[in-house]
């Protein structure tokens, strides 16, 4: 009878998801009960908004929820609820229980990134949430914000929504803004605050601009045309000429490339685009157009019109051929070009026939002292087309350019040694 009166309890009882010494999980409660608890012990309420496909969400569940820092701080502070948004075949029956929960939740919130991090007061209401991954020291600084009603999140963006607009205010909100990783609206308050400014110039001005532009109609954009010297000497001159070659790209190439195209940035600071790709572009009248629009600028921006148009279409022949062309006639290509393009079609490309001409228009790169990531991946380009020995010579040539020995390096080196696969996802 005793042992039947245990087991009854321990079935009835709602119990904590235990990890040894980090946050305790409630878990056999729904979030109504939750809510009810939290207003009863007058304690804010931390909720964990996951899926099964989200590896950050996997990370900071192994890495940095289970230590013992974080499970004081948060185990002290809050009552911690975690909760599966997606749904799949493996379900457990707690899963399948919170499934409207985890609707009502998404959809209540609003949530579209993940991890994301939900605090509630004791009230029930949402007064600030944390998109991405932290350290365990960062995620403890960022969840004490959500007990500090001066930093809380949510009402901060209310109180912008309002109409605040004071100098102090903003550099706060930025500040928040920031740390909580809201990618989507922290251009908008750079914005603001820029617009409270008598002299643009200034090198924390200048810094601003170039974190938050996105448009040639933005406060900041006449600077980076019209005072290139001063730009350069605070953010230098490559971002200030990607900034503005990206703003060309989106508001005049975009939309000849594809039908209705446009760039949507989603929380957490990602950009995609949108709009059916245009099947009958005119390379020639573009380029025509871009030299009268554009000047110094059109051979570059016709190179991003060109890579957009091939790598989305996967032609990867046409994709080689523009890169050959370029790099010909630009003795002096970038590096970071050379090297981001060397990248995708390490990571992208599976036919031979094509990395063969990789090895033309990168070739430079067996020269170059100053980027130690491109020259790895033109040893893996080298390895995937059967040169080993030359693969494993720049792989050496780019450990000998580290500060200090890196462990993949000599992995990559280990495996190309012993002819496994190598896999640059």
């Known amino acids: 009878m005793r042992t039947f009166l245990f087991i009854f309890l321990l079935l009835s009882t709602p ?3 235990q990890q040894s ?66 749904r799949s075949k493996s379900d457990s029956y707690a899963v399948k229980k919170a499934y409207s929960d985890a609707k009502l939740i998404k959809e209540t919130y609003k949530i579209s990134a993940y991890p994301t991090y939900l605090f509630f ?31 809380q999140y949510t009402k901060l963006r209310k109180e912008f929504e309002e109409g605040r607009r004071d100098t102090a205010f903003l550099k706060l ?17 750079r914005k603001s605050y820029l617009e409270t400014q008598v002299d643009l110039l200034t090198p924390q001005n200048i810094r601003l601009i170039a974190q938050s532009i996105s448009s040639s109609k933005d406060i900041g954009y006449n600077v980076l045309i019209n005072y290139p010297e001063k730009v350069d000497e605070v953010i230098g001159a490559r971002w200030r000429n990607d900034l ?26 990602m950009a995609g685009y949108v709009g059916e790709l245009n ?29 957009h148009y091939f790598r989305y279409n996967n032609d990867w022949g046409n994709l080689n051929k523009t890169l050959l062309q370029y790099v010909s006639q630009h003795q002096n290509t970038e590096i970071y070009i050379i090297s981001d393009w060397l990248q995708y079609f390490t990571s992208f490309c599976k036919e ?15 020269s170059n002292i100053e980027d130690p990531t491109a020259i790895k991946n033109y040893g893996l380009v080298l390895y995937k087309v059967g040169k080993k020995e030359q693969a494993i010579a720049m792989l050496l040539k780019c450990q000998n350019l580290l500060p200090k020995p890196d462990e993949s390096i000599t992995a990559l080196i280990a495996k190309i040694k012993n002819g496994q696969k190598i896999d640059q996802h």
């Open 21 to 86: 010494n980090g946050i305790i999980f409630q878990s056999g409660l729904s979030w109504l009960q939750i809510q009810t608890k939290a207003k009863a012990e007058k304690k804010y309420i931390f909720v964990d908004t996951y899926t099964t496909w989200c590896i950050p969400c996997k990370q900071m569940a192994a890495e940095i929820f289970p230590q013992k820092e974080v499970g004081d701080f948060f185990n002290s502070n809050f009552i911690n609820f975690k909760v599966q948004i997606d």
């Open 121 to 151: 007061n004791p009230e029930g209401e949402l007064v600030h949430s944390i998109i991405g991954t932290s350290s365990g020291k960062e995620f403890i600084v960022k969840a004490r914000q959500a007990l500090d009603p001066s930093t």
């Open 279 to 307: 099947k009958s572009i005119d390379w020639v009248a573009l380029n025509d157009s871009l030299q009268v629009k554009f000047n110094e600028r059109a051979d570059r921006l016709l190179l991003d019109a060109k890579t």
């Open 244 to 269: 503005i070659n990206d703003i060309a790209f989106d508001e005049y190439i975009l939309p000849k490339i594809r039908l209705g195209g446009k760039k949507e940035i989603y929380p957490g600071g």
């Open 352 to 366: 031979s026939k094509y990395l063969e001409d990789v090895l033309i228009w990168a070739r430079n790169v067996q």
């Open 173 to 189: 909100l930025i500040r928040i803004s920031r740390s909580v990783n809201d990618m989507m609206n922290l251009p908008k308050y």
């Open 15 to 17: 119990c904590l998801a």
